[in-house]
C-alpha cells in the first residue's frame, strides 16, 4: 500500500510540474498554480486507481490448488503454456500423425474435385481477327 502512495504521489508531482511550467507560459502565476495542483489532485487519483487495477489483474495466485465452490471464477490465470513447436505448414509433404492415420481408407462420398483443363482456341487466335476485335475497342472508347 505503502509502494502504491509513493508512485501515485510521484506521478502527481511530475503532473503537477510538467503543467506548471506549460501553464506558465500563457498564463499568470496564480492561474497556473491552481491549474497545477487540480493536476496533482486527478493525476494521483487516476494513477491510484490505475495501479490498484493493475495489481488485483497481475496479482500471482496464492495456489494452483482447487478451491471452494464460492471462490471459483475469482482469479485469472494470465500464464500461458510453454510454446509447442508447431508443424511447418510451408513444407509438401503430409503431416504424419503418430497414430498411423495414414494407413485408413479415405472417408466414403468423399472424391477429390476434377475441374476440366482451359483449351486454348485456336480460331480466335488468328491475328488478323484480333487486330480487328482491337481496332473495334479503340474505336467504341472515342
Known sequence: MK????ISYLISVIGMCVTFF???LKN???TSLIRAIVCFGLFFVVSFVFIKLMSL???PLKSMQPQDAEHLG????LSTPDDVTLPDQNS???RRDQGGSQDKQPEEGFA???LPHL???EQTANPEEMAKALRHLSDSDE
Open 3 to 6: 509502494q502504491r502512495l509513493q
Open 22 to 24: 506549460f501553464s506558465m
Open 28 to 30: 499568470p502565476i496564480m
Open 57 to 59: 489483474v497481475f496479482q
Open 74 to 77: 475469482q482469479r485469472v490465470d
Open 92 to 94: 509438401a509433404e503430409p
Open 112 to 114: 477429390p474435385l476434377n
Open 119 to 121: 483449351k486454348r482456341n
